[in-house]
């Protein structure tokens, strides 16, 4: 029994980083019109890996942020493999002043193994790009809907996860660190990756099951496999998400979002029995 939810859990993570699975802007085209993208942070550059700009949303202005890995060897290393500099997370955190200014809701999307972990991504300030991204969206007056659309690694992924509402597609995984990482961590061998999968809890059932996220999204047997029923599935997801939040005041979501945080690692958030 215990090997079966081991590799439940480990196939989902292989689905998860499928190569022909829809990415972020993908997405983008299908659920969003008139998409216009913005380019860089102000103060050292444009990072491919996180893009982001203005679009409509059922005829609504809003702003849409997210990581795109790429398929091709050149879309991936334009891309950086979806693996965001701080350069990312400033441009990230430039569209989002820009939201509030103008009184736009946000709609982030995650998927990245984590952020970089270069020597130039941590002489630029990394640690402190995601740290100035969590203070930011936790206090952002506008609504926050992030959704997970394949790996959500680490504080990669948290630099835009901060949300009101959290959606995760159902083979999406969501994690502290990658299932070899752990592995590497716990059993000093990145073969036990399938066992640290089932302890990491990464999957869409359990995080619903322990309130990280509140809507998951049926992919069938994968997103790659039913592409545009899915994200009909995700548009709905988000339109109702969207509905819930836009009739409370800035400071009903803003303390809505912190009871939402403080539950995380209390007794209040546990495994349901």
Known sequence: MKNKA???AWTTVQIARH???????????????????????????????????????DGQPVMVIGQHRGRSTREKLQHNFGMCNPEGYRKSQRLLDMAERFNLPVFTFIDTMGAYPGVGAEERGQAEAIATSLAQLSSLKVPVVATVLGEGGSGGAL????????????HSIYSVIS????????????????????????TAE????????????????GAHLNTEKVMYALKDVLKQA????????????????????????????????
Request: with cysteine; glycine share 10%.
């Open 159 to 170: 630099g835009i996860g901060v949300a009101d509402r959290v959606v995760m597609l159902s």
């Open 206 to 221: 359990k995080l619903k099951q322990i309130g990280i996220v509140e809507y998951v999204v049926d992919e069938g047997e």
């Open 242 to 273: 969207l509905a819930e939040l836009e009739p409370m005041s800035a400071e009903e979501r803003c303390e809505a979002r912190y009871q939402r945080l403080m539950k995380f690692g209390s007794s209040n958030l546990g495994l349901a029995s």
């Open 6 to 8: 081991v590799s439940k």
């Open 179 to 202: 299932p070899e990482g752990c592995a590497s961590i716990l059993w000093k061998t990145a073969e036990k990756a399938e066992q640290a999968s089932e302890a990491l809890a990464l």
């Open 19 to 57: 190569l022909e699975r829809p990415q972020f802007l993908d997405y983008v085209g299908e659920i969003f019109d008139e998409f216009d993208a913005l380019h860089g942070d102000r103060l050292f550059g444009d990072d491919g890996a996180m893009i982001g700009g203005l679009a409509r949303f």
